[in-house]
Structures are given as structure tokens and as C-alpha cells.
């Protein structure tokens, strides 16, 4: 399956969201988001300093440390995660991937990518986080079956 977004991108999304269905005021360790999603510690821990950067969440050291959903910010939108991991060109680049596509040298697919590409930027302007926080925890719950039958096969 083609993947839109960088495995950055899908990881900011992802964390955002699980901070965002978390209790208020209540910081999460880095491990545990890392342990629930299924991301490596390391790579989320990248991509969580980035969301700190931009206000998106907040970082809280010591040993009642972890992070929460910064509640200041308004509206977090798959749009505003997507444009700070991957930046304002997140969608530009050729569906099929040949290098000089272009609106002057098209590839067979071009005409249709740019009116999809379009779609996929108004839906990700609309989808609010916050309006997903409840049905994450259905998605959380069967990642959480799969880690630990993952566990037990080892």
C-alpha cells in the first residue's frame, strides 16, 4: 500500500492523538505512548521533541514528568501535524514518483493526482484531533491484543 505521509508524519499524528484522548493534565511517559502505539522509542522521541518545538504538546521533566496535549493551542488539525513534520509541501511531490513531473511535463497520472491532492488537504484542514480521542481508544485497545500476542510468539 502507498503511504501519503512519512513514517514521521504518521507517528506525530498517532502520538498527538493518543495525548489528546489521555486525561487532562496528566503527563505520559514517552516508553508507555511508545509501548501503546507500537513506534520504536527512539524515533518518537524525535518526533515528540518536534511537536514540543511547536507548541503542540508539552514537556514536563522529572520523575512526574512525560507529555500532554498543550490545550492553549486551539484546533490541532491533521494539516498543522502533517505541515510541521513534513512541511508546507507534503502532498507536491508525484504520485507514481518520477522525479520531473511537472503541470508543463505531466506523468499519465498527474491531472488526477492534483485534483486528489486537493481532496486530501481540504480533509486533513478539516479533521480536528480532538473529535477522534474517543474512538481511539477502541484502535489502542486491539494495538495493545496485537503487542502482547506479538510478546507471547516470542
Known sequence: ???????SSQYAIQAVMFLAAQPRHQPVFQRYISQSLDIPIHFLGKVLQILVKHDLIISHKGINGGFEINDE???????VIVRIIDGDSY???CMVGFPHCSDEHPCPVHDEWVVARTEIIKIFEE?????????LQSKLDFMAEKIKQKE???
Open 152 to 154: 507471547n510468539e516470542e
Open 127 to 135: 479533521i480536528d484531533i480532538n473529535q477522534f480521542s474517543e474512538e
Open 91 to 93: 502532498l507536491n511531490g
Open 1 to 7: 500500500m502507498t503511504h501519503f505521509l512519512t513514517k
Open 73 to 79: 493551542i486551539g484546533k490541532i488539525t491533521l494539516d
